[in-house]
């Protein structure tokens, strides 16, 4: 595969590796430098795709690893120090105020989490990557119709969750 070959791949394919991975992180930064590592990586290991799926689809599935592989790190990290936490009072962050605002968000996440993981992800995707039905489905490797479908489904069971839980 060529140089022009690459920088088609990635011309076609970078802006959905990035909403997919902006929907997995929540993070513009974060999302930014893993879709370049994983352009990065699908270069050393072009070699290695063999046609199987979508180039969309292995590129997720690259990003996703490596967001895995960040979660890793992050977990293994030293917890927030007291004087960080007593930075961040002072410097004018009310914590009890960031924390009223997210609340719905938080619920919204809590039952999303009780979604099995195809109907998750692709909640996901619509509703933070705010992907069309048919980029969620190249990337998941179906159809848009699938993730319609998916989507609505999902969609039934967090108002009938909600409902039996007011």
């Known amino acids: 595969m060529d ?8 011309e076609e394919n970078a802006m959905a590796v990035y909403k997919y991975l902006l929907c997995l992180t ?7 430098e893993l879709t370049q590592e994983t352009f990065y990586q699908a270069t ?12 969309s689809v292995w590129l997720c599935t690259i990003a996703k690893r490596l ?24 410097s004018g962050q009310d914590i009890e ?5 997210n609340v719905e968000k938080v619920e919204l ?14 909640m996901y995707l619509r509703l933070t990557g ?8 190249e990337i998941l490797g179906n159809t848009e119709n699938w ?12 108002i009938i969750h909600r409902q039996s839980n007011d």
Request: glycine fraction near 4%; aromatic fraction near 10%.
């Open 67 to 90: 967001w895995y592989r960040e979660l890793e790190k992050k977990k293994r990290r030293a917890p927030v120090s007291m004087e960080d936490l007593e930075d961040t009072m002072i």
């Open 147 to 158: 993730a319609r479908v998916t989507f609505y489904r999902g969609k039934q069971k967090l």
């Open 3 to 10: 140089k022009q070959d690459l920088t088609r791949i990635y």
């Open 26 to 32: 929540n993070n513009c930064d974060i999302s930014e």
């Open 44 to 55: 050393k290991s072009i070699g290695k795709f063999r046609g199987e799926c979508k180039v």
């Open 109 to 122: 996440f809590r039952m999303l989490h009780d979604l099995d993981d195809k109907t998750r992800e692709v």
């Open 97 to 101: 105020e960031d924390y009223l605002l």
């Open 130 to 137: 705010e992907l069309s039905f048919t980029e969620i489905g």
